[in-house]
């Protein structure tokens, strides 16, 4: 069964449209129309990231379409969880679990974590899948996963140069979710290992608790 085959038969078996499929991945109807009668004359194809909003809106494993569309993502592998905000060990360690990421970012130095809490939110929220490169320091201002001493927290990498200092912020401080400082020249911040974060894969969509709170109804 083909991609375009195993999205109609989802429609039909969940008794959903087209039209909510396509408000949902935020393309025209239009467009999604011509995709699933395979017309040739279709002028895009669902990007990777279209194809993890499609599992995510039939509840399904994003690797569920992962072998109708090799040349577009590749898997990359969860590790376990991460703190959003302050940091606490690795809760999750599965085997064969994994996540999916374009093909045309992906590195084979990439993991996965997953978000655990909402100091990050609303960029990241938790149980979002966020994936990260190792491989690339955060620069100021970016999103960062780091581990030290066994423990594991997503944050905001923010610099200050002239202090000798690496502040580590949630985007939501309060006093469970607070900033961690290293002075650069201290012993412990040669073991702080950084990871930049390249990717996010968002997996409670039309959340209504984080948007009331953004307006402050909640």
Request: net charge neutral; proline share 2%.
């Given at each position: 069964?083909?991609?375009v085959?195993?999205?109609?038969?989802?429609?039909?078996?969940?008794?959903?449209?087209q039209?909510?499929?396509?408000?949902?991945?935020?393309?025209?109807?239009?467009t999604?129309?011509k995709?699933?009668?395979?017309?040739?004359?279709?002028?895009?194809?669902?990007?990777?990231?279209?194809?993890?909003?499609?599992?995510?809106?039939?509840?399904?494993?994003?690797?569920?379409?992962?072998?109708?569309m090799?040349?577009n993502?590749?898997?990359?592998?969860?590790?376990?969880t991460?703190?959003?905000?302050?940091?606490?060990?690795?809760?999750?360690?599965?085997?064969?679990?994994?996540?999916?990421?374009?093909?045309?970012?992906?590195?084979?130095?990439?993991?996965?974590?997953?978000?655990?809490?909402?100091?990050?939110?609303?960029?990241?929220?938790?149980?979002?899948?966020?994936?990260?490169?190792?491989?690339?320091?955060p620069k100021?201002?970016?999103?960062?996963y780091?581990?030290?001493?066994?423990?594991s927290?997503?944050?905001?990498?923010?610099?200050?140069?002239?202090?000798?200092?690496?502040?580590?912020?949630?985007?939501?401080?309060?006093?469970?979710?607070?900033?961690?400082?290293?002075?650069?020249?201290?012993?412990?911040?040669d073991?702080?290992?950084f990871a930049?974060?390249v990717?996010?894969?968002?997996?409670?969509?039309?959340?209504v608790?984080?948007r009331?709170?953004?307006?402050g109804?909640?």
């Open positions: 069964m083909d991609l085959d195993k999205i109609n038969k989802l429609l039909k078996d969940e008794k959903k449209t039209k909510s499929l396509a408000e949902f991945i935020g393309i025209q109807p239009s999604l129309n995709i699933l009668k395979k017309d040739t004359k279709a002028k895009r194809k669902l990007s990777a990231e279209q194809l993890i909003l499609v599992a995510k809106f039939f509840s399904v494993h994003e690797g569920y379409f992962s072998d109708n090799k040349s993502v590749k898997k990359i592998p969860i590790i376990g991460s703190s959003c905000g302050s940091s606490e060990s690795n809760l999750l360690q599965v085997e064969d679990s994994y996540c999916i990421f374009s093909a045309e970012k992906w590195n084979d130095k990439l993991f996965c974590v997953v978000a655990d809490g909402d100091s990050m939110a609303p960029e990241i929220e938790n149980g979002d899948h966020v994936i990260c490169d190792p491989s690339i320091l100021h201002g970016e999103l960062t780091y581990t030290v001493n066994g423990e927290a997503i944050k905001v990498f923010v610099e200050n140069k002239e202090a000798g200092i690496v502040m580590l912020k949630p985007i939501n401080a309060n006093k469970h979710f607070k900033t961690t400082v290293f002075r650069i020249d201290e012993d412990i911040f073991d702080v290992k930049k974060v990717g996010i894969n968002k997996t409670n969509f039309n959340n608790s984080a009331l709170k953004l307006v109804e909640q």
